[in-house]
């Protein structure tokens, strides 16, 4: 081998060997120097940075090479460190919630939650059973309900706050700009005196052209206000054919001193889609801004006019109007139209397709009395009583005086915090008043498919809860009822309504001697079928507005 | 299984990242072993008691459960390290699918197979025309696939209007969750051994843990297999990986849950519960504003987490958003926002010269057509593509020096003009809307100027808007660079380590009962 080595070559290998030989000494060092001189060892990289420990540490140790080392060490234990925190964190966290039991019921939304799925192949392969597994996973979470409030807390601090209350805006501030939609939709006086329309279009040009939208200054003083005092019944349509409503609706009623509610101070302090809350006169308001369709309104009607040829009995249908009319200031209503003029439409649609039962007059009388609650979205039983009046009236029936119930009042928590979590509205109780019937009766509640009956009061005091409250009335609405009642009379009436009948129900204990109510969400069989099979002789067509021109309006098609 | 669901953050990943790090020492497997036997034993209890579960159904479930835990256990006892761990991925990745569509397991691995073939094929007749033949099958397969689920819906619709006929039109819930961002994987993978940039897979699980791999599954970023095929074989997740991989997921969650869905509360007040037309001016600007950070937010923090569970197994998958909204042009928008896509198009699509010596506009046209048409399969998706070409042409006409010369005030204004714009079209799948939204922006339809509950809405949520847009900006690049070397400390570490805890259980806290979570590309 020698011969193919020179002389410097073999230099070159004694000082590898000795580099070597050093290294296998002092491993450390040699470590750093290979790391600070790799290539050209004679231009060793001037330590600069290095060399700063160097003053403070005058150890014999090359203090380059161990800062750094030091410095990746702690950093290195701070990731470690920060996966062992984060790693406990997350399998504590699994482990609880698997452990801990999950609730059954929320209190703060006053439903069952979803419950562990029932296996079966045909679910499985549509995914739909993993699905309700996620859902059970998600909605059952132990402490649920602390933590959604957690969680609103958390989202209301996306507004700006001042002490308690937190203020995100002035409704006084719709007079920047077009004074267009939102102020004067809800001012337009209610003229409306087309008969039923013939062709899709008519309606809209009717109630555009006839009743125009007054200017700012137009509105009318709410001394005099002519034309939003106007009662309904004179805007309806005179058909030829007198509705019943028009019949019916009873004429002593005193035309009511009631105008649209205005409140240009009204303070907005949260809305979330259609639900909102604010500030109106110096008082807490939650509720549900008006959304119904009116283009829906066709449809409706027609869907009311093969119901009514399906039955063998006298249909009556009721627009059931909310606090958006009575209570909700004008100046935040969303929409062209308001609740009012949109149930005048939809009377004026429907024709005599129904007997109507325009309680707007009713309830208007009594506008300054308790009949819908502050910050729930349902009326209270006694605006739910006067509005049955009319119906009792129509439908030529007796109807107790309210003295005959036995009246109570308890506090009461108001849906709409379940649905905004806005946390003014957790501890804002109010006054819920409701009024037990005098006479005997029996209630069936059965299931949505008509089946598995069990017998329970009509309204169930001894399960009361304050944020549960409008279960008093017949407990829940995906239950179908059966009431039998001792009134002296033949007639049997079934109710197809959505969730605001349930308040009136009680009312009618002593009209009907038969009374079945079907919440039309959660009716899976005929309804026309089961009303002629039972021997109904009045039907009666109950829900709000925004209900009967939204999707409500269409499970009535599904049912027939 | 989306991401933004308690079930996945406390139920899949746990178990998953328990699986997958399990130790090889000897003690520890067999601890983790008795544990998981006892947990299935547990859960049987659990099962029974609080679940309302029939007996005879949990005791199938825990006998599956100790049968998993002792499949894991022997595959870990005899496999490479690398080789278990590709087989959890594999596993829970096709769990991940399975969970939301089972039925559609099947059509990934029949796509996997076939490209598996296809790539052995083409390797073997490299250099031949075969290649070439094999090629245009696998990706005639592959877009016929595309298209058959996604597309054909729209063609025939489209028919039937042009031509009045009455054809059946296909659900549109039809469409295999992911389809798009797998499909695009799998071509970037054929094309990729075509042109020789990479070596066949051989291994047919390796191909399936790269196509299914669940953080980038269903929703991007798309992988390009060039991107991890040393990963595949071999990858180490060392502790700064798996702490910076959860710091990711965390910040993901957080742009998720915190601001997107909240930004999409807002939208959806504006946009989809209201009267369209009755919406002002300010209103109609303020709503596309806060969707095109809802997508950004939605879009970019799905690509967070995948990045950062990517991270977690010793992946280091590319970025798909690199702060898109502080662009000056929309060139340079389109470098920024949903990277993965573009590039894929870039170098798939743009530089392959289909029209010849004119590619420069044909080929612009087509890669712009495809951009918006990948997205969805609707008109409004093809005009917005169309759009942003558009604007790209005009930008290549002037030139870079040229618009390098336009003060940035005016570049700023036009790009985020043009931007926001565009997701109003990206938003709108309605055309009639689509025109509505377009008078509305310039008070065309009569509607005011400012509206109540827009103004509202702005007051309600002002703070999270101005979150939102801090945000947009690369505050945590400009947070590091003011840290300086702090930033590369143990402290940065600790307090980064904090907050991301402190995001992560917001948005868990956020996501109690919030069970409709999907990410808005989830279909795409």
């Known amino acids: ?560 | 299984m989306v991401f933004a669901d308690l079930l996945f953050l406390y139920v899949f990943m746990p178990v998953c990242f328990a699986f997958y790090f399990l130790s090889k020492k000897t003690l520890y497997r067999m601890v983790f072993l008795i544990a998981s036997v006892a947990a299935s034993i547990g859960a049987y209890f659990l099962g029974t008691s609080l679940l309302d579960v029939t007996p005879e159904r949990m005791l199938w479930i825990s006998i599956v459960l100790v049968l998993l835990c002792i499949a894991f256990w022997l595959l870990n006892l005899f496999f490479d390290r690398n080789i278990y761990r590709n087989i959890v991925l594999i596993v829970f990745s096709l769990i991940f699918y399975a969970w939301g569509e089972p039925v559609w397991v099947f059509l990934l691995l029949i796509s996997v197979a076939v490209n598996y073939a296809a790539g052995m094929l083409i390797d073997r007749f490299r250099g031949k025309k075969s290649a070439t033949a094999v090629t245009a099958v696998a990706l005639i397969f592959n877009i016929g696939v595309l298209m058959g689920f996604k597309y054909v819906g729209f063609f025939i619709k489209n028919i039937n209007a042009i031509a009045s006929l009455d054809l059946p039109v296909p659900p549109d819930d039809l469409m295999p969750i992911g389809i798009s961002f797998f499909t695009f994987q799998i071509i970037s993978y054929i094309i990729d051994c075509y042109w020789g940039k990479i070596q066949v897979q051989r291994n047919p699980f390796k191909l399936l843990m790269y196509i299914s791999l669940f953080p980038q599954l269903i929703a991007g970023p798309i992988v390009r297999y060039s991107t991890i095929e040393n990963q595949i074989s071999e990858r180490t997740s060392t502790p700064a990986d798996i702490s910076e991989g959860i710091a990711r997921i965390c910040i993901g969650l957080g742009k998720k849950v915190i601001l997107a869905n909240n930004l999409s509360t807002i939208v959806d007040t504006l946009f989809a519960s209201g009267d369209l037309g009755a919406l002002s001016v300010t209103g109609t600007w303020y709503g596309v504003i806060a969707y095109a950070m809802q997508v950004y937010f939605d879009f970019s923090g799905y690509s967070d987490i995948a990045i950062g569970l990517g991270r977690v197994f010793g992946f280091k998958f590319d970025e798909n958003f690199r702060h898109p909204f502080i662009s000056k042009n929309i060139t340079e928008f389109w470098q920024r926002w949903h990277i993965s896509l573009g590039s894929f198009f870039r170098d798939y699509l743009l530089y392959v010269p289909i029209f010849g010596k004119r590619r420069q506009y044909l080929n612009l046209f087509l890669v712009w057509f495809c951009t918006g048409f990948w997205h969805g399969a609707n008109w409004n998706y093809i005009i917005w593509g169309l759009y942003f070409g558009f604007f790209i042409l005009i930008e290549r006409m002037i030139g870079n020096k040229r618009l390098k010369k336009i003060p940035l005030a005016v570049t700023h204004i036009y790009s985020k003009l043009v931007i926001i714009i565009g997701f109003g079209i990206f938003y709108f799948t309605d055309l009639s809307k689509l025109g509505i939204f377009f008078g509305n922006l310039i008070g065309a339809n009569g509607n005011p100027l400012v509206d109540s509950v827009s103004l509202m809405n702005m007051s309600s949520n002002c703070l999270l808007i101005l979150l939102c847009l801090i945000c947009c900006l690369p505050v945590i690049p400009w947070l590091k660079k003011k840290l300086g070397e702090l930033s590369k400390s143990d402290i940065y570490v600790y307090g980064r380590t904090a907050a991301c805890i402190a995001i992560f259980l917001m948005s868990s806290i956020l996501l109690v009962n919030a069970t409709d979570n999907p990410f808005i590309y989830w279909h795409f």
């Open chain 1, 1 to 560: 081998m020698a011969d193919y080595i020179n002389d410097k070559e073999l230099e070159e290998l004694n000082e590898i060997y000795e580099q070597k030989r050093q290294n296998q000494k002092h491993p450390k060092k040699a470590k750093a120097e290979k790391a600070q001189k790799p290539d050209k060892p004679q231009k060793a990289p001037k330590p600069e940075k290095a060399q700063k420990p160097d003053k403070s540490n005058k150890s014999d140790k090359p203090e380059p090479q161990d800062a750094p080392s030091d410095k990746e060490k702690k950093l290195n234990r701070a990731h470690i460190i920060s996966i062992i925190v984060s790693a406990s964190l997350l399998f504590v966290t699994a482990i609880a919630l698997v452990v801990i039991p999950r609730p059954t019921e929320s209190a703060l939304e006053k439903r069952k939650l979803a419950a562990f799925p029932e296996f079966s192949w045909d679910k499985y392969w549509s995914g739909e059973y993993t699905e309700e597994i996620s859902e059970f996973y998600n909605d059952t979470v132990p402490l649920r309900d602390s933590f959604k409030e957690l969680g609103a807390a958390f989202r209301s601090l996306f507004g700006i706050s001042f002490g308690n209350e937190q203020i995100v805006g002035s409704v006084g501030d719709t007079s920047i700009g077009d004074e267009t939609k939102v102020t004067t939709a809800s001012t337009k006086p209610i003229v409306i005196v087309t008969p039923p329309p013939k062709d899709d279009s008519s309606p809209d040009v009717s109630s555009d052209v006839e009743t125009p939208a007054p200017s700012k200054t137009d509105k009318p003083d709410k001394s005099t206000a002519p034309d939003e005092t106007t009662p309904p019944d004179e805007t309806t349509a005179p058909d030829e054919t007198t509705t019943p409503a028009e019949t019916t609706t009873p004429a002593e009623t005193t035309a009511p001193e009631f105008h649209t509610p205005s409140d240009p101070d009204a303070e907005v302090l949260m809305q979330a889609g259609f639900n909102i809350v604010y500030n109106s006169n110096g008082v807490l308001h939650a509720g549900m801004l008006y959304s119904g369709n009116r283009e829906n309104a066709q449809y409706f009607a027609a869907t009311v006019d093969g119901l009514r040829r399906r039955i063998n009995a006298d249909l009556y249908f009721m627009p059931i109007l909310t606090q958006n009319t009575f209570v909700t200031p004008s100046e935040l209503n969303r929409g062209v139209y308001t609740e009012l003029t949109d149930s005048q439409y939809l009377i004026n649609v429907l024709g005599d397709r129904a007997k109507i039962i325009d309680t707007y007059k009713t309830l208007a009388a009594h506008a300054d009395e308790d009949i819908y609650f502050l910050r729930d979205v349902h009326w209270q039983q006694l605006g739910a009583y006067y509005a049955m009046s009319d119906f009792a009236k129509a439908a030529g029936v007796e109807y107790p005086p309210l003295d005959s119930y036995t009246c109570r009042t308890r506090d009461c928590l108001g849906s709409t915090y379940t649905f905004t979590q806005f946390d003014a509205l957790a501890g804002a109780y109010e006054d819920f008043t409701y009024y037990i019937p005098s006479n005997e009766f029996t209630v069936e509640y059965y299931d949505e498919n008509y089946e598995n009956p069990f017998e329970y009061p009509l309204m169930p005091e001894n399960d009361y809860r304050a944020n549960g409250f409008y279960s008093l009335f017949m407990v829940a609405e995906n239950y179908i009822k059966h009431i039998t009642t001792d009134a002296d009379t033949d007639r049997t009436l079934v109710i197809l309504a959505d969730d605001y009948i349930s308040a009136a129900v009680p009312c009618l204990t002593s009209s009907f001697k038969e009374i079945y109510v079907i919440d039309v969400r959660h009716c899976t069989f005929n309804a026309a079928d089961f009303i002629n099979e039972h021997g109904a002789t009045d039907v009666l067509l109950a829900m709000t507005v925004s209900n009967a021109l939204g999707d409500v309006g269409s499970y009535l098609d599904y049912l027939q």
